[in-house]
C-alpha cells in the first residue's frame, strides 16, 4: 500500500468536535477500503489566506494514510459530496514523518538573536541627545 499525506479544510461554522468526527468518518471509510489511518492531527480554527466560500476562518485537519489508492479515491469522492469540506489535498510520500508536524511544535523563536543585544554593540548618540547635554 501506498503512504499519503491528506489534509482537509472544514467549514468554520462547525464546532472542534464536528471537525473530529469528521476525521473518524473519513478514517472509517479508508479502514472500510483496506486502508489504515496512524496520525490524526487537528490543527485548529485558523484564517485561511483568502475567502473560500464566505469562509475566511477554516478548521485544518491533517491525517497519515496508508492504503490503497481506490480507498483514498472513496474518501476523496464523499469529501467532494460533503458541504462542511471545503478544500482538501493529499500527497503521496516515500514515509511519514516521525513525531508532531511542522503545525503542531511550538514555535520556538529563543535562538534568535535579542534586539540591542551584544551583538551590535553601542546604540548611536542623536544630536539632539548631544544638544541637551551642552
Sequence with gaps: MAL???TFLARQD???QQAEALAEQFKGVLEEN??????VENWGLKTA????QKNRKVHY?????DAPAPAVAEMERQMRINEDILRYMTIRVEEHEEGPSAMMKKNDRDDR???GGDDRGPRPERKEEKASEE
Design 49 to 52: 489566506a483568502y475567502r473560500i
Design 4 to 6: 499519503y499525506e491528506h
Design 61 to 65: 485537519i491533517h491525517m497519515n494514510v
Design 113 to 115: 538573536p535579542r534586539r
Design 14 to 16: 462547525i464546532s472542534a
Design 34 to 39: 483496506g486502508g489504515s489511518v496512524s496520525k
